[in-house]
Nanobody, 113 residues
């Protein structure tokens, strides 16, 4: 599975961005999919995910971020509202199933005034 992430950019605090992750070579609906980010600490952390039993978010983004999936476009999205400077990071999409784990190339999100 190849994952292509896009949609990053620079916004002011309080702004919004929508990240997209398009898949090829596999059907995303058959994978657990997620968004992760890697900020200045260089630690990659979970942000949001969709599995067979629901959608999940890290506490710091609940109520601000929404992850969705479009099966017809074989893509997942991350709508990010009320962005904060601490959301600044490279965002990666991920798809995993059993022992297979795939990552997109990352897209930079910068939140700064």
């Amino acid at each position: 599975v190849q994952l292509q992430a896009s949609g990053g950019g620079s916004v002011q605090p309080g702004g919004s961005l929508r990240l997209s992750c398009a898949a090829s070579g596999g059907t995303l609906s058959s994978y657990t999919t997620g968004w992760f980010r890697q900020g200045p600490s260089n630690r990659r952390e979970f942000v949001a995910g969709i599995s067979w039993n629901g959608t999940y978010y890290v506490d710091s983004v609940k109520g601000r971020f929404t992850m969705s999936r479009d099966n017809a476009k074989n893509s997942v999205y991350l709508q990010m509202n009320s962005l904060k400077p601490e959301d600044t990071a490279v965002y990666y999409c991920n798809a995993r199933r059993a022992w297979n784990n795939y990552w997109g190339q990352g897209t930079q999100v910068t939140v700064s005034s």
